[in-house]
């Protein structure tokens, strides 16, 4: 259970502080990865808890026809990438508690988001992911699965427990170590994918 209020003030004080030792400053190279097959021509796909969304920049220098929605509650951050992609009709950037986000998406990536947010609120999160799938969506990314030491925010976790609260929503998954992390993260964190329906 977090014992700070993890509120849009939180989080925007974390931005004009440059205190963001999350940001790892470009593309993630396993959601690259993933997108270079997931993301084709009609694709709607959603980064929740966005951060820089880096991972944006590279869907324009690499793919097209994909409609894609970055959702942060930092306004300070929105703002600023509104004004960086303003000129791509295709890219929308809210400023919104993903917790009150509607609509479906084809492909939704996690990226340290999941660990950013209270653990008591994990189900909600898998719930509120079910609800924003569409028939045949897709939610993959990284998760740790390393407990931290420090109080977090991040809040670490395993895949023992992540497969537990899978269960409780969903019926076709996939979870494995990652073994190709960033430095910084190597052997800390696995790739998982959530299917909406059966196969
Ligand atoms: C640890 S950072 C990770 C950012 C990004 N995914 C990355 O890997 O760089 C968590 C992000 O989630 C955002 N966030 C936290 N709670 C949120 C919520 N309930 N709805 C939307 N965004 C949220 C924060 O503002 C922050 O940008």
New binding site residues.
Partial sequence: MANQN?DSTY??S??IEEN?P???GYP?PALVNYLHSHAKPGTKIL???????YEASWLIENKQGFELTI????ID?VEKLQRKFEQFPNIKVIC????ELEGTYDLILE???F???DPALRNNYLAKMKSLLSPKGKLAGLLFNVEFVKAG??FGGNSKEYITSFNQYFTEYFIDYYPDSIPQRSGNEIFFEISQAEK
């Fill in positions: 993890l989080w925007n974390r931005y963001t999350w940001d790892i993630s980064i929740p808890g966005a951060g820089n969304a959702v942060d509650l930092s951050l919104l508690d993903f917790f990226q340290t988001f660990c950013a947010i925010p991040p």
